[in-house]
């Protein structure tokens, strides 16, 4: 393992002056609800395709509320576009036999690539527990969906350690179950400090886990539904962020370009590290991470420039 590179001072060269175009990224969606965020969820789709990303994923909700909506976005975007799909899986609320199926089905359908997820109880702040007859935990889970077919799986990992965990060795231990029992990747819980994502992949290399760890990234322009997320993944939000974004409530276009400058920070410091792998967690929103991106040097793909939509 290479020295970590830290960015230059500021007053030296541009944050972004050695961004070389470099860089693979993948983004992540969410189930729409309603016809108005449908429409916002593929326009943003549509607006983040040409740069071609490795993968999307759909999320699943908390105790497998979104299993419908997710699998019909996922199968949309497999059948209506030149993306890879990805589909998020859970052990929550279903038996293996049931997840089996769900993922018999997502194969039949061409999705190729499976993000294995624990998940979390639909009751926030319940801890979990393996439902009757159900895959006990994330390693299960990605040992039965390989064993069900040849399926890609990411999973998560945690740099600043899952609230469920003990320590951060057991943290550890835990991720290199999953990649033991078949995963190809690990994508990590959104953070907002680069030391804790360079240190944390460090200790999992030494630990002998060989698998890509992929860090997270959410822009964030919501401060108060951002500290939601962070309370159900052990996630810190430090106070010199809160400050940045206090008496900006109403003046949503300065929260985007306050938003935008933290997370592209952030990337450029992983991007001194020496990550080439990114994952944004968009929110349904595309700007954001098309404007991270392009700082990077990522520019659309001449081929998928101008539709991402398959002929019929």
């Known amino acids: 393992m290479s020295p970590i590179a830290y960015p230059r001072s500021p007053f030296g060269k541009a944050m972004f002056e050695d961004a070389a175009g470099d860089i693979e990224v993948s983004f992540e969606f969410f189930p729409p609800k309603t016809e108005k965020m449908e429409a916002t969820l593929w326009s943003s789709i549509e607006t983040l395709a040409p740069l071609g990303p490795r993968f999307v994923s759909v999320t699943y909700g908390a105790g497998g509320s979104t299993r419908e909506r997710t699998h019909a976005t996922v199968e949309r975007i497999a059948?209506?576009?030149?993306?890879?799909?990805?589909?998020?899986?859970?052990?929550?609320?279903?038996t293996r036999e049931e997840i089996d199926e769900i993922a018999r089905q997502y194969w039949q359908a061409g999705v190729r690539h499976v993000v294995a997820l624990r998940g979390d109880p639909a009751e926030p702040g319940a801890r979990f527990t393996p439902e009757p007859g159900g895959y006990a935990d994330a390693a299960e889970l990605v040992a039965g969906l390989k064993s069900v077919a040849p399926f890609e799986i990411s999973v998560a990992a945690y740099p600043e350690t899952h609230p469920d965990s003990l320590?951060?060795?057991?943290?550890?231990?835990?991720?290199?179950?999953?990649?033991?029992?078949?995963?190809?990747?690990?994508?990590?819980?959104?953070?907002?400090?680069?030391d804790s994502f360079l240190r944390f992949r460090d200790v999992a290399a030494a630990m002998g886990i060989e698998a890509e760890i992929v860090p997270g990234i959410l822009p964030v322009t919501n401060v108060a539904q951002t500290r939601k997320f962070a309370a159900a993944c052990g996630a810190t939000i430090p106070p010199w962020m809160e400050r940045l974004f206090e008496g900006l409530d109403d003046l949503p276009a300065a929260r985007q370009l306050v938003a935008a400058t933290i997370a592209a920070e952030l990337c450029a410091q992983l991007y001194a590290g020496g990550v080439r792998h990114f994952h944004f967690f968009t929110l349904n929103r595309a700007e954001l991470s098309y404007a991270i991106c392009h700082l990077l040097g990522l520019r659309p793909k001449e081929s998928d420039h101008v539709d991402c939509r398959r002929s019929a």
Not at 167 to 194: C, E, H, M, V, W
Request: net charge positive.
């Open 167 to 194: 320590t951060k060795r057991a943290d550890l231990d835990n991720l290199k179950r999953k990649i033991d029992a078949g995963a190809d990747r690990a994508i990590t819980q959104f953070f907002f400090s680069p």
């Open 79 to 94: 059948r209506e576009t030149a993306l890879t799909a990805a589909a998020h899986l859970t052990c929550v609320g279903a």
